[in-house]
């Protein structure tokens, strides 16, 4: 399928870029309209393209490369972070929980949780407007005058809950060069490690999503040799990830038995509900039973989902517009009770609109194969697709009658790391890679594409659509070792271009400082005004492969 939103966020970079007014516009006319005091915002859909820290966009779950014991969940928000955009960058929220959920028997229901919550801490907010003061060296740094602190907690099935860490450091927001010339080891600062095994992060990073966002122009307005232009190139994202030993996540802590997990990325916020802006639950709301999520006392403390990840495009391509606020609130175990939704994934839009633009014929409907890719895991018991791969069917001590369609990344953590992954994943013979899990490196806008026009079902690429949307790696590429994602970008995105594709100006507008790290703020006259100068800005021509922006 594609990919996310202006109107979402997976919508979010998808239909952030071309159509978030049109979503939005889409919204009002449906009584989808932000209501007061209780709406979410994503940019896979109407209401949470207003809330971006809300935005959940993109989810991540692999064997670790480099310590195959261990499998590796990331999960991004906060998307289309200019680099440059001080002086108050890019903080998680405090008023939200952020979650990465595992289901290890198929229910659609979370058996494992980890929750971040953020606190801001300012030095001084009374006398400064700075991010920085001066040169950055350490998280901990005086010269850094904002900065954020994480709990994780983490809830297993019964819901019971453990604290794993408090006050452990966030990456900051990369400023630049100037302020922070060494920001790759402010980020090993925040490599934490967990308690009983395993490692954790929280911060910024190179967004790893690459797409031609112009396939919402008309489908690159009917000409395939348009494509090729990575929209997100030079955007950053905030990350937070986590790797621990694969028998933490599986059914009964046996990974051998037991190795197939389903996995999802959520956002809590306190009183938000998927309401009309009469304050009456929307007709999407009753048709998906998300409704449930307002309290019956009408208590506006209460967390309520927000915002929902797991399979990438599948709020922004497949659901309808109608359902896409709703989606977003609903759990996976009530998945395959809407019937709008699952209908959708039988008789999907997007091969349609192929075939009108293109002329490549549509699979036949019901589409069942893309009901066992997206909403069951891929078993010889399941569907049309006879392999077993990703189901929770598979692990031996699963109740089978429990298990339930719901939409989820799977990943089977007993396919090891491949020796030479291919960006096609499972398409490409590769089976460690997607829709088994995701990796950084995954091209699932053309993986996903392909599936749409059946490729899934003959194991054969469709050769006309064989080159996608020419965007076939991430911006940076990705790290060795946890947490994989890039080192955050410090150019203004307008000279991330095919020409400059490191762009030119590497600092950003957050901190001021001499090469001393004293502060610099220079105050300049200009036409009767003062301008406060930026000082020690460094006008770089930064070099491709060093990680950083």
């Known amino acids: 399928m594609l990919r996310r939103r202006p109107a979402s966020r997976r919508a979010e970079r998808t239909l952030a870029a071309t159509g978030a007014l049109a979503l939005l516009t889409a919204a009002a006319v449906t009584g989808l309209t932000p209501a007061s005091s209780s709406a979410s915002s994503h940019r896979e859909a109407p209401l949470i393209a207003g809330d971006p820290r809300a935005d959940n966009t993109d989810v991540y779950a692999f064997t670790s490369p480099d310590k195959p ?4 969940l990331v999960a991004n928000w906060l998307p289309f972070q200019e680099p440059n955009g001080g002086p108050n960058f890019y903080p998680f929220a405090e008023d939200a929980r952020y979650n990465i959920k ?3 028997d198929g229910n659609g229901k979370p058996d494992t949780t980890y929750t971040w919550e953020f606190t801001d801490h300012v030095r001084d907010d009374a006398d400064q407007f700075l991010y920085n003061t001066g040169v950055v060296k350490s998280v901990n740094d005086e010269t850094l005058n904002f900065r954020q602190t994480y709990s994780l907690k983490v809830t297993d099935s019964s819901g019971t809950t453990k604290t794993l860490l408090k006050d452990a450091p966030v990456a900051p927001s990369n400023v630049g060069k100037a302020s922070m010339p060494d920001y790759a080891s402010l980020r090993e600062e925040a490599v934490v490690p967990l308690p009983g095994g395993g490692t954790t992060f929280a911060g910024q990073a190179s967004d790893p999503f690459f797409l031609d966002l112009r396939i919402f122009d008309l489908l690159y307005g009917g000409d395939l040799s348009e494509t090729g232009h990575n929209t997100l190139a030079g955007y950053n994202i905030n990350t937070l990830a986590v790797q621990v030993p694969k028998s933490t996540l599986a059914l009964k802590g046996d990974a051998k038995r037991n190795p197939v997990i389903g996995v999802w990325s959520t956002t809590d916020r306190r009183g938000a509900d998927v309401t009309g802006a009469d304050g009456k639950d929307s007709e ?5 039973g998300a409704r449930g999520a307002r309290a019956k006392d009408g208590n506006t403390d209460e967390w309520r989902q927000v915002s929902r990840l797991g399979n990438p495009l599948v709020n922004e391509v497949v659901v ?3 359902f896409k606020d709703a989606f977003n609130a609903l759990s996976p175990e009530k998945d395959a009770t809407v019937t709008p939704v699952v ?3 039988k008789d999907p839009m997007v091969p349609k609109l192929i075939e009108g633009i293109y002329k490549v014929p549509a699979p036949a409907t019901p589409r069942n194969d893309l009901v066992e890719i997206f909403l069951t895991g891929i078993c010889k018991e399941c569907g049309p697709i006879k392999a077993d791969l990703n189901s929770q069917r598979l692990n031996q001590d699963v109740d089978k009658s429990a298990v339930v369609p719901a939409e989820m990344l799977r990943l089977n953590m007993a396919v090891p790391p491949a020796a030479k992954p291919n960006r096609l994943g499972v398409l490409g013979k590769d089976l460690a890679g997607f829709p088994n899990g995701r990796r950084l490196n995954d091209d699932v806008v053309d993986i996903e594409i392909q599936a749409l026009e059946g490729a899934a079902q003959t194991g054969k690429i469709v050769p006309a659509l064989a080159a996608g949307d ?3 790696t991430p911006y940076r590429e990705p790290g060795d070792t946890f947490p994989y994602v890039a080192l955050p970008n410090t150019a203004a995105v307008n000279q991330a271009d095919s020409l400059h594709p490191d762009g030119g100006v590497g600092a950003g507008l957050g901190g001021l400082a001499s090469g ?6 220079p105050v300049t006259a200009l036409g009767g005004g003062a301008l406060l100068a930026v000082a020690g800005v460094l ?3 930064r070099r491709r492969g060093t990680g950083q922006a």
């Open 69 to 72: 014991d261990t499998v590796t």
């Open 102 to 104: 595992i289901d290890a």
């Open 284 to 288: 999407d709301a009753k048709a998906t």
């Open 320 to 322: 309808p517009l109608k």
């Open 343 to 345: 209908d959708k994934v």
């Open 470 to 472: 020419a965007v076939d």
């Open 516 to 521: 001393d790290g004293f502060p610099v703020a």
């Open 539 to 541: 006008a770089l021509r």
